[in-house]
C-alpha cells in the first residue's frame, strides 16, 4: 500500500508551485484573445498554388490592406487558409477578396465570419462569470452531498477543499495558454472556456469518488484508526479506478491532439493538461488537504 499522505508535503508543494507559476504567467503575460472576445473576422479561405503559404498571405494582408493585427494559419486536413482580421464589414470583405483574386489566381472564399467588438466583450465577461458560478456551484453541491458527515471533518470542509482542488486544475491549463499566447500567439475562445468546463466536470467527479471512499471507511471505521491512515487507505482503494479511468481518456486525447483537426489543437492540449492535473490533483491534493485542515484544526483544539 503507497504511503501517499505520508508524503503530503512533497505532493502539495508540488501542486503550489505549478499554480504560482501559472498564476504569475497569467499577470506577466494575460491572455490573448481571438474573435470570439475582443471581436474580429475570420476568414477562411482556399489558395491554390505551390509558393502560396500563411506568411505569404499574412504579408500580403499587412502590406496591401495596411492590417497590422492579423494572423493567417494554414489547416493541412482542409486544405485551407484561416485568417484572423481586427475588424472587416462586408464592403471591405468585397474589397479585400477582389485584390486577393488579383494577386493569388484561383482564390475561394469558403466561409466567413465577423463578431463585433461589443458582442465579444459581453461574451468574454459571461464566460468567465460561468466559470467561477460553476466552482462555487460545485463547491456548494458538495457541502451539501456530504451535510450528514460532520467527524472528523465537516461538510463544509469537503466542499472548500473541492474548490481549492478545482482551482488548482482551471489554473494551471489556464497558465499554459497564456504563456502560449505570449510565446506563440495562441489566442484563446469560446473553446478554451468549454475546455476548462469539461476539466472540471472530469475532475470533480474522481473527487467524488475519493470523498466517497473516505466517508464510507469512516463509518466502518468508527475512529478505531487516526485520520490520515483512513484517508490514506480510501485513496489506495481507489487508485486502480482512478489511474485506469483517466489513462482511458488521456490516450484518446494525445490520439486527438496528434492527429485531429488543426483548429482544436489547442482545445485538445487545453484538456489533455486540464485533466492531467485533475488526475493528480484528486489523488494528491484534495485528500492529503483534508488530513491538513484536520492536523491544524487538531492543534487548535489543544
Known sequence: MLNIIGYRKAFLTVSTLLVVASLAAIIAFGFLEGIDFKGGALW???VPGENVTAAALELFFKEEFKLTDVRVTFDPQNKAYLAKLPTAVEGD???????LQEQFK??????FQSIGPSVGAELRNKSF???ALVLIGISLYIAFAFRKVFRPVSSWTYGLITLVSLFHDVAIPAGLLAYLGYSRGVEIDGNFIVALLVVMGFSVHDTIVVFDR????????RGKKNFADVVNDSVNQTLARSINTSLTLILVLLALYFTGPTNLHYFVL???VGVTAGIYSSIFVASPLLVVWQNIRARGAK
Open 214 to 221: 473516505i466517508r464510507e471507511n469512516l463509518v466502518l471505521d
Open 44 to 46: 477562411k479561405l482556399s
Open 93 to 99: 470583405r468585397q474589397a479585400y477578396f477582389l485584390k
Open 106 to 111: 484561383g482564390a475561394e472564399e469558403l466561409s
Open 129 to 131: 462569470m460561468a466559470l
Open 270 to 272: 487545453t484538456l489533455l
